[in-house]
């Protein structure tokens, strides 16, 4: 005869959820997880192994959360971030690095343009014009890109960028 296993239903979808938090904790979303872990806690206090378990996570995820990168010192490691942060939507951040790392690397095209396309998503159509000329102006084929990059998107009807770039000018 088997041992009779009696499920618990609450304690299956406290199961779930700390998986759920789990998932999110190894894609190193660690403000998302923190906040998953915390809701498990929240929602389901009467269950001990799963609330400790998550409580094992939560302090974690404040862990890795409290420590702040390293800000980068290469021109490089500025460029890497920014492209990280530009990438996230974080403009602003992003504009910061390519400022420093044009500080230290003032004649690296590639951030200038990356620069550029900051500016561009971020609604600054005139900063965006006049740092895309400096780029082209350094190097022709930047013209190319711009035409393509899904970054200057915003400013596909701009009549200037279509000059700049060599694009049909739609009126």
């Known amino acids: 005869m088997e041992p009779v296993v009696l499920v618990r239903p609450k304690a299956t979808r406290a199961i779930r959820a700390f998986e759920q938090a789990i998932k999110i904790f190894n894609r190193h979303d660690f403000e998302k997880a923190r906040e998953a872990f915390e809701s498990v806690i929240e929602r389901f206090p009467e269950e001990p192994e799963v609330l400790a378990r998550a409580r094992a996570y939560l302090t974690i995820c404040e862990q890795r959360l409290s420590h702040s990168p390293a800000t980068p010192r290469t021109a490089e490691a500025l ?92 009126e």
């Open 79 to 170: 460029y890497d971030r920014g492209v990280i942060e530009l990438n996230r939507g974080q403009i602003g951040q992003a504009i910061l690095l390519f400022e420093k790392a044009l500080r230290l690397e003032p004649d690296a095209d590639h951030i200038v343009y990356a620069l550029a396309s900051a500016y561009a998503k971020g609604g600054n159509i005139e900063r965006a014009l006049e740092t895309l000329k400096q780029c082209i102006r350094k190097d022709e084929t930047y013209r190319i890109h711009a035409r393509r990059d899904p970054d200057f998107r915003s400013l596909y009807t701009c009549e200037e960028f279509q000059k700049l770039v060599g694009m049909e000018v739609v």
